[in-house]
């Protein structure tokens, strides 16, 4: 049996069940947010007692709350290879960051966005000047179709996802990136799925943004990051107005606003977010290279397969020649609707899955999803038992759906 590769906080907490029982909880919704690691609660703990404004003080705390803020920066930006020249801009989660990337795109240059994106990498750029890019139903096909949308007309940023959040393939960004950049286009990546499975390295990728959230990288306490070049970010109007983000402001409230990070970080940081992060960063750094693939290619597989075998279970995919994915398994089960699966497996057998339309609704669509769906994520802390307690919980609906009640269910489970 396969055991959580990294400790995590909440791992063998106890759920209540259909009938009175109660079960571990077996956590399968990793990629909505992860738990914090051990390593994470543990630093936390250890610098709340400092926790003070930043860059706004004398004092001790600040003092140390500000080295704190500071080299979480560092250390954010080092995890995935961020070029010295880069802004590793602190924002809320992805949604944030991308929001304030599309902000700063230059006005009159066009933004070049596939319809398989999550919202968060949909909706901030179709207020402004964009072209949508209709997935096939290939990896080849879709890339071919950025190309020779470049081809048509220069575009000033192509914004994909690193990898899906509905099927876990990934997208392949280096090439992608080397697209774009012949065609005199910037790369901008959503990394809020990709980030927590793999090594992203910035420069060796040749991605010019990435944004990704702690939530989902095993830092739960509200930070995000957007790292990338300077030159568009100092440009453009401060994501957030206010204290910090100005070098000074007149009598008429006319603001001088500074460049670099401050700029978009007006307003007390998220201090204990920051160190939260890099706490994370930090911990993933110190596995053996390969470990994280390792752990979740075997969880990956077992889980794919046990869920293929059972008869009217569709494993969702968007693409089918993707050769590379990440333990985040979309699927239907037919003639079972997916919110009521996602009551069962909780209230049945302790099984907290994700179901619904994931934010990605134009995906859905074209994969014919119409009720929605469900989806299996896995991370450090999962172990085979989940995987197990999971196929053996859809099984058993498949084969005995008849006999099990939902509505008893529904009535005797009180969430
Ligand atoms: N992009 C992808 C691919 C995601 O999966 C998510 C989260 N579901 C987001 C962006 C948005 O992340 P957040 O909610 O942390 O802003």
Request: glycine share 10%; with cysteine; net charge negative.
């Amino acid at each position: 049996p396969i055991g959580p590769l990294l400790p995590v906080v909440g791992g063998n907490l106890a759920t209540p069940l259909a009938g009175g029982r109660t079960a571990r909880a077996v956590n399968l919704d990793y990629a909505a947010s992860a738990p914090a690691l051990q390593a994470v609660a543990d630093h936390v703990t250890e610098v709340l007692p400092y926790y003070a404004s930043v860059h706004r003080g004398a004092g001790y705390a600040s003092q140390v709350s500000t080295a704190l803020y500071e080299s979480a920066r560092q250390t954010v930006g080092a995890f995935v290879g961020a070029r010295a020249d880069d802004l590793t801009i602190f924002t809320r989660n992805t949604t944030d960051a991308l929001n304030l990337l599309a902000s700063a795109v230059p006005e009159d240059g066009e933004v070049l966005v596939l319809d398989a994106e999550h919202h968060a990498n949909l909706l901030p750029w179709t207020s402004r000047r964009h072209r949508l890019i209709n997935t096939a139903g290939t990896i080849t096909e879709t890339v071919a179709a950025l190309e020779a949308a470049l081809t048509e007309r220069p575009a000033a940023l192509v914004t994909v996802t690193g990898c899906s959040n509905v099927t876990g393939e990934i997208l392949p960004i280096a090439e992608i990136a080397r697209i774009a950049h012949a065609h005199g286009a910037r790369i901008a990546v959503d990394g809020a799925q990709l980030v927590p499975h793999r090594k992203v390295d910035i420069a060796a990728l040749g991605l010019d943004y990435l944004a990704f959230s702690g939530h989902k990288l095993y830092a739960p306490f509200g930070s995000g990051v957007l790292i990338g070049r300077s030159d568009w970010l100092d440009a453009a109007q401060p994501h957030q107005a206010g204290g910090g983000a100005v070098r000074a402001v007149n009598a008429e409230g006319q603001a001088d606003w500074t460049t670099g990070v401050a700029r978009h970080e007006g307003g007390t940081p998220n201090v204990l977010g920051a160190a939260a992060l890099a706490a994370a960063c930090r911990a993933i750094d110190e596995l053996p290279e390969g470990a994280i693939e390792e752990h979740e290619a075997a969880l990956s597989a077992r889980l794919l397969e046990g869920l293929e075998q059972i008869p009217g279970v569709r494993v969702l995919r968007a693409w089918s020649d993707s050769t590379d994915r990440v333990g985040v398994v979309g699927f239907t089960v037919e003639g079972h609707e997916a919110a009521r699966v996602a009551v069962y497996l909780s209230a049945e057998h302790g099984v907290g899955v994700r179901d619904g339309k994931f934010c990605a609704h134009p995906l859905l669509n074209r994969l014919g999803v119409t009720g929605g769906a469900l989806r299996a994520s896995l991370g450090l802390g999962s172990r085979s038992e989940d995987v197990e307690r999971l196929v053996n919980a859809v099984r058993t609906l498949v084969t005995e759906g008849e006999k099990l009640q939902y509505e008893q269910i529904d009535g005797a489970w009180t969430p």
